[in-house]
């Protein structure tokens, strides 16, 4: 089992001998190298390949406009913040961010971080600690996961997406100080969304705190991409909605907005915050631009949303099971991890880069291909990756 690639010792050996088990089970990763930039076509070993992995929703990432908005800002301001907000003080650009991102998605205030990992790692921790209880939704994302952890609250799993059993698991747990309710807004691995106005309705009968991740749903789902609580109405109802600009914004970042009182302890007290530096001035200033596009035209989501819909009606028709999916996230499932990386290595051979995804991301005897639609998409691309489904489809016996 041991992999002659690495130089190991007796003190690293037992790294090298889980990396062989991943390999021996089809489940290593192993990372494409992209030779242009993230579009609607990518570059892989000398060879275009329609791209239907990346989260770039709107097709933002190489967009003209974000380019451009970069380039400038570099001339003004220079790239990096040079420290921690906190000590070398903030950059003007940084609060017109959060203030236009505030505007954009009617909350109280915003406040920016490094990632949407980090500001879930921001939020989770300063709301609730030691002698608090959380409950989580089981399919939550890894950083909620992390955060939850972090904060050393008692962690409560409820059934994905049921508010029954959310209901139950409250009643049943009495010892606590502070109480939180946390949900993915979209799963980022079915594409489903969460029944965000029931949970509210829960949150609201026991009087306990609500966040929702949208960083699936941030420039997808709403009024121009405006996110799930303006998807369902539910303004100044959740308390905290954690957002991601490395998806449909193109760029990079993470969003904490919500009341004030809340984004106001983040920056007394949430570590990523305190510890770690803002946003560089080039990705503030695409974010920047990526509001002003949404504000002023809704073309790109509702491009998203066609294309997501065709390739879906048009994949249920060939045969495929695409899950229980409700957004542009088409999980194409095929049961193990083994066929479904063929199925994705033949799809690559057609011209198609579209993942397999496996256990742990899901779990065992569920794997599939997991096809993110794009604005960056013509009708024409999304032709070619059906015929180029419908083949590896036959071949393999799937359809
Ligand atoms: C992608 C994702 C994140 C992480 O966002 P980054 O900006 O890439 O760090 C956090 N939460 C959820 C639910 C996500 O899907």
């Not at 954009?104 to 300063?126: H, Y």
């Not at 594409?191 to 699936?216: F, Q, R, S, T």
């Not at 997808?220 to 909605?241: T, Y």
């Not at 066929?339 to 880069?353: I, N, P, R, W, Y």
């Amino acid at each position: 089992m041991t992999s002659s690639k690495y130089s190991t010792d007796s003190k690293t050996q037992y790294l090298a001998d889980q990396i062989a088990a991943l390999q021996e089970q089809g489940l290593y990763n192993r990372i494409r190298t992209i030779d242009s930039p993230m579009d609607g076509h990518v570059v892989i070993n000398d060879k275009q390949v329609l791209n239907f992995c990346a989260n770039n929703y709107l097709g933002l990432a190489n967009h003209p406009r974000l380019k451009d908005a970069a380039k400038k800002a570099i001339d003004q301001y220079g790239i990096g913040p040079g420290a921690v907000r906190t000590i070398a003080g903030t950059m003007s650009l940084h609060d017109t961010l959060e203030q236009r991102l505030a505007e954009f998605k009617k909350a109280e205030a915003v406040v920016t971080l490094q990632s949407g990992f980090t500001a879930n790692l921001a939020t989770i921790p300063v709301l609730v600690g030691k002698g608090d209880v959380i409950f989580s939704d089981r399919l939550n994302h890894a950083s909620i996961i992390d955060g939850c952890r972090l904060s050393r609250a008692k962690i409560v799993a409820y059934d994905h997406n049921s508010p029954s059993d959310l209901r139950a698991k409250i009643e049943a747990t009495t010892e606590y100080n502070n109480r939180l309710i946390i949900t993915d807004g979209v799963f980022s691995m079915d594409g489903d969304i969460a029944p965000l106005p029931e949970l509210y309705e829960v949150a609201n009968e026991h009087d306990i705190m609500l966040m929702v991740d949208d960083a699936h749903g941030e420039g997808v789902l709403g009024n121009s991409g405006r996110g799930i609580v303006d998807h369902f109405g539910l303004h100044g109802k959740v308390d905290v909605e954690i957002g991601t600009m490395s998806k449909a914004f193109g760029v990079m970042g993470g969003i904490v907005a919500g009341k004030q009182v809340i984004i106001d302890w983040i920056k007394q007290r949430g570590r990523p915050f305190l510890f770690s530096s803002a946003m560089t001035v080039p990705d503030v200033a695409a974010c920047l631009e990526a509001v002003d596009m949404l504000e002023n035209s809704d073309d790109l989501v509702k491009k998203l949303w066609s294309n997501a819909e065709l390739f879906k009606t048009e994949m249920q028709k060939l045969g495929f099971d695409t899950g229980h999916t409700e957004t542009p996230i088409v999980p194409v499932m095929l049961g193990e991890a083994p066929l479904a990386q063929a199925f994705s290595k033949q799809l690559f051979e057609e011209g198609v880069f579209a993942m397999a995804i496996g256990f742990p991301t899901v779990p065992q005897g569920t794997a599939r291909i997991r096809v993110m639609n794009s604005a960056a998409h013509s009708q024409s691309d999304l032709e070619e990756a059906l015929a180029a489904f419908e083949k590896v489809g036959k071949a393999l016996g799937v359809i």
